[in-house]
């Protein structure tokens, strides 16, 4: 095995050991330590296997280190993306990029499902990694359970 340089999210920590993945590949890498390493921290790092066994991995270079901030917001959903939800079929995420960089994403749910999708979306592994893939630095998440419309904002700093 060989040296590997991704962007990489951090799924657990603990004192001694830490597991992070590769946002492109899904690849786990469980550290033989960690280097102070919370949970959904994103690292842009190169990882190496760790002698002599090269079961575990090690950090050998952090190029950047950033966390994503996870944000249930009180506010609702905008106008435009309550327009984009009544042009969504039933469950459909649509997506669109926001000026600059990040995106919205929007579904169109049953009035009773959107508090559930809501908490999924931040309690999700994969919300933090896509935020990673998209450069963000804050999810905000917007819900309006009475008019069945839930937006994900990936945020840039």
């Known amino acids: 095995m060989s040296e590997k340089t991704a962007t990489f999210v951090v ?3 603990e004192e ?14 469980t550290l033989a330590s960690n280097p102070g390493l919370e949970v959904d921290d994103v690292l842009e790092a190169t990882v190496a296997p760790k002698p ?3 079961v575990a ?3 050998v270079d952090v190029e ?23 042009d969504a079929q039933p469950g459909e995420v649509v997506r669109e990029e926001r000026a600059g ?9 049953p009035d009773e499902d959107v508090d559930d999708a809501a908490a999924d979306v931040l309690e999700d592994d994969e919300t933090v990694a896509r935020a990673a893939r998209l450069e963000a630095v804050r999810v905000e998440v917007r819900s309006d359970p009475e008019a069945g419309v839930l937006s994900v904002r990936y945020l840039p700093d």
Request: hydrophobic content about 40%; aromatic content about 2%; cysteine-free.
């Open 101 to 109: 960089t990040g995106e919205i994403h929007v579904l169109s749910l």
């Open 64 to 86: 950047d280190r950033r966390t994503v901030e996870l944000v249930d917001s009180d506010l609702s959903p905008t106008t435009h993306e309550r327009e984009l939800a009544a």
């Open 11 to 13: 799924t657990h920590a």
């Open 57 to 59: 991995w090690e950090v």
């Open 16 to 29: 001694e050991s830490a597991v992070v993945r590769d946002v492109e590949t899904a690849q786990v890498h």
């Open 52 to 54: 002599p066994l090269e």
